[in-house]
């Protein structure tokens, strides 16, 4: 770059140091060749007839410089439109148009030179204060999006417009960078749009990049980033190809997108720079890969070739809308038909071997991009550059004095045009023989159209350009692209569109994770939480039910939670009440056989009144734990645990009472002790009375206040359980520490009287009862805390009937006995005994 920039000053620096001199001298000459015609007004043109390519027999060869069928092709579309614009009476009367091409070589020296020689011509001397002594008023050119970079900011000054037919670089559309730049392809803003779309509609979310290590790749790259920034779409590697071939570079970008898990690759760079590194990839055997290919790639004939479509088989991409003695043409003729003109029996350049050439080759013999006519895509914008400029002079000559659009309202001298003159290209607008309106916006960029192509194999093997879509930037956003998904053959020729993926789309019922240090489509499906979901796939986080929801199984949707309570039906409900009722059976038919036997001493000496009572409210202790089986009710809340409170009340009263009886009965026996009158039977029944009274109260103030009432268990959990409230936890409390408070003293009193002298001492047994009964429900207390759902109330249940079964056993169990078993004891003298 830094040679091009001398060069320049060289050629141009006449005009600065011969200021005061009448002529200009020329430095040095462009020696190239060149196609030209004379005219009123001539068109430069600047095409890469000339490629810098590995020849592919051999990739051990050193790169050599080869003829671009294509580029040829191009310049000759140019010489064609020109002549046929000449022949057209209505455009541009008596006005001949001309043409000077050149070869720019793909190489920013070449096309430099070669632009400034169309600029100031060739003559030895000029007479001109500018120092120029052309007047060519437009270039059509550069190919490269680079190489028009330089061109129109080193003719800008000149105010040389330059009209590229293939630069696409979206950095081009700066005016303020760029003033004099135009094109007749759309840019690269657009393409990578329908790039990124292609990608988002096929559902790939990592995918590799590989572009051209220049402006076109860079800023390809950078646009293609803020289209898919929102999108979930992510980049796995990224290559940058350099115009320069590197073996060592393409070994390394081979690698890359061998070892990555990509499988879908954006191409955004040139054929040309691409060629070595999809023959590496076809040496080194790596197949499998989806390639999307921009305009620069889709369309060329050095890679859609029979020896590649290994690799690049099923290629999609986007690419513009088509149409249907020189210098160059012996070369063009040789290469044709690997002969040679030259006066040499046999040339070997590189691996071929030439034949001299007659002249009377066939050309509709041969098959190659020259001849291809079924995609003239560059080709027509080659045509449309030319016409461009021919509408802009024909403006200019149908101009009215005092109407014109330059200084003081003049108009333009076709005949002798000024710089800048020109320019006003940018504001034509016509209607080109296809039917295609054509016109330029503020960017000088022209409405963007794409075909949709994907490489097929035709029936005789060859590689043909499918048409499967079309994107039309004109449409809405998100309207643009159209596409057929059944025209399509996908790498390998697959009919089911590729997947590329980092990670499988998490399913509902689960969410993303993402990977410590990798991109966010690298993820692991995580499971939803108990009463979470999610609904939908890649899911980014769960989603809670509401308190009375649960989530099903599959995690992907609530439903209502089970209510849960302890019925009737459950196993655990049958057993607990088969317990209570049987121990009800029990408890009755103590008392049956109590109550047949109730004149022998055994009943009689220990107060078979109390006990009859005692054995009344051991029923209610079986019965009441049948209340907290089933659904909770309004009603059954308020039954159970009064029942409870008011059963176990009685049953412990009855016990004090009876201990009280035993312990006075032993002290009356002393002399002049007359306690026994003072406990008679009516006071016995007081002091049950009082005793079981006192718990009333207590329930019924808790009725009053604040009773129990159902309830459901906010707790998080698969089943809603459905329980009973105490309402009043202090009145609960008390309930139960009346309950506490009565056996405590029925304990003190009983071992008190336990070691009293009698055959039968009913103490020892009103102490192990008691024992048993403070027991079971101290044990109750951690148990009923920690115990989940409905086996919370089946601790308190198991509590009642294993106190109630403790009392009935220690108490009532060994007289039992002794009434049936053994009924020589059951007399007054055993009992009296010592």
């Known amino acids: 770059m830094y040679s091009c920039c001398i060069l320049f000053l060289l050629v141009l620096g006449t005009g600065v140091l011969g200021a005061n001199q009448s002529l200009c001298k020329l430095r040095g000459k462009f020696d190239l060749p060149e196609l030209s015609m004379g005219g009123d007004v001539l068109l430069g043109g600047l095409f890469q007839i000339h490629t810098k390519i590995i020849t592919l027999r051999d990739v051990k060869n050193p790169p050599f410089y080869s003829f671009n069928f294509r580029a040829f092709r191009w310049a ?102 760029f003033p004099t730049f135009l094109r007749t392809i759309p840019s690269d803003n657009y393409q990578v749009k329908a790039m990124a779309q292609l990608v988002k509609r096929f559902g790939w979310t990592w995918i590799g990049f590989v572009a051209n290590d220049d402006d076109y790749g860079q800023y390809g790259l950078q646009i293609f980033k803020d289209e898919i920034q929102h999108s979930g779409v992510c980049i796995a590697f990224i290559e940058f190809v350099p115009k320069i071939y590197s073996k060592a570079k393409v070994l390394n970008i081979v690698d890359t997108i061998k070892i990555s898990s990509a499988r879908v690759v954006i191409l955004f760079a040139g054929d040309v720079v691409l060629l070595p590194v ?193 994107f039309d930037a004109s449409l809405g956003r998100g309207q643009e692209l159209d596409i057929n998904e059944e025209l399509i053959f996908w790498r390998e020729g697959q009919t089911t569109v590729v997947k590329s993926k980092c990670s499988e789309s998490c399913p509902p019922g689960t969410r993303k994770g993402v990977r410590k240090g990798q991109p966010l489509c690298c993820f692991d499906c995580i499971p939803c939480a108990d009463a979470e979901i999610s609904n939908q796939t890649n899911s980014i986080e769960c989603t809670k039910c509401p308190l009375d929801y649960w989530s099903n199984e599959q995690r992907d949707s609530c439903i209502p939670k089970e209510i849960e309570f302890l019925s009737f039906e459950d196993d655990l409900g049958i057993v607990l009440s088969v317990v209570a009722l049987s121990g009800t059976f029990t408890t009755i038919a103590v008392a049956a056989v109590f109550f047949y036997h109730r004149n022998t001493p055994i009943v009689r000496a220990n107060n078979s009144e109390l006990s009859f009572l005692l054995l009344l409210s051991l029923c209610f202790c079986f019965l009441c734990s049948l209340t907290f089986i089933g659904e909770p009710l309004v009603w059954s809340c308020m039954l159970r645990h009064t029942a409870f409170g008011i059963s176990f009340a009685l049953c412990i009263s009855c016990i004090l009472g009876k201990t009280i009886v035993v312990l006075m009965a032993f002290k009356a026996t002393l002399p002049n002790n007359n306690r026994m009158k003072w406990l008679g039977p009516t006071q016995q029944r007081s002091i049950v009375f009082v005793s079981t009274g006192i718990q009333v109260i207590i329930c019924t103030l808790w009725l009053a206040t604040s009773p129990p009432f159902p309830t459901q268990s906010k707790f998080r959990s698969a089943k809603l359980l459905l329980e009973c409230d105490v309402g009043s936890v202090t009145a609960f409390s008390c309930m139960l520490g009346y309950i506490g408070l009565l056996a405590c003293l029925c304990f003190v009193l009983a071992f008190f009287a336990r070691k009293l002298p009698d055959n039968f001492n009913e103490a020892k047994f009103i102490t192990f009862s008691m024992i048993i009964f403070c027991a079971v429900w101290l044990t109750f207390i951690p148990a009923y805390v920690s115990t989940p759902g409905k086996y919370t109330v089946a601790v308190e249940i198991f509590a009642i009937l294993s106190s109630s079964t403790g009392l009935l056993g220690c108490i009532f169990v060994p007289k039992c006995y002794i009434i049936m078993l053994k009924p020589e004891q059951n007399t007054k003298k055993h009992l009296m005994g010592k």
């Open 76 to 177: 000759q579309t140019m010489i064609f439109a020109i002549e046929e614009v000449n022949k057209d009476p209505t455009l541009l009367p008596n006005i001949t148009l001309g043409y000077r091409i050149y070869d720019s070589c793909g190489k920013h020296p070449m096309s430099l030179r070669a632009a400034i020689t169309l600029v100031n011509g060739q003559e030895e001397t000029v007479s001109s204060s500018r120092c120029t002594a052309s007047n060519v008023t437009v270039i059509i050119g550069d190919p490269s999006s680079t190489q028009s970079m330089i061109l129109s900011q080193t003719l800008a000054p000149f105010q040389i417009p330059v009209l590229s037919y293939y630069s696409t670089c979206s950095c081009l559309s700066n005016k303020f960078e």
């Open 278 to 470: 999809m023959k590496e990839l076809l040496k080194q055997n790596v197949t499998g890969r989806q390639w999307i290919a921009s305009e620069s790639a889709i369309v060329s004939g050095l890679l859609s070739v029979k020896e590649l479509y290994p690799v690049m088989g099923g290629t999609i991409g986007t690419t513009i809308l088509g149409f249907p003695g020189d210098n160059f043409v012996h070369e063009f003729w040789g290469t044709m038909f690997n002969c040679t003109f030259k006066k040499v029996e046999n040339v070997h350049e590189g691996t071929y071997l030439q034949q001299p050439c007659t002249g009377f080759e066939d050309l509709t013999e041969q098959e190659n991009t020259y001849s291809d006519v079924s995609q003239l895509r560059i080709s027509y914008n080659v045509y449309k550059a030319v016409y461009s400029v021919a509408h802009a002079l024909q403006n200019l000559l149908l101009c009215v004095n005092d109407e014109g659009p330059f200084e003081n309202r003049k108009c333009a001298d076709i005949l002798n045009l000024q710089p800048g003159q020109v320019r006003k290209c940018n504001q034509v607008k016509f209607r080109s023989k296809l039917g295609e309106d054509i016109y330029f916006d503020e960017n000088g960029d022209v409405v963007a159209f794409y075909d949709i192509l994907n490489w097929q194999l035709d029936t005789e093997g060859n590689v043909q350009y499918v048409k499967v879509g079309r």
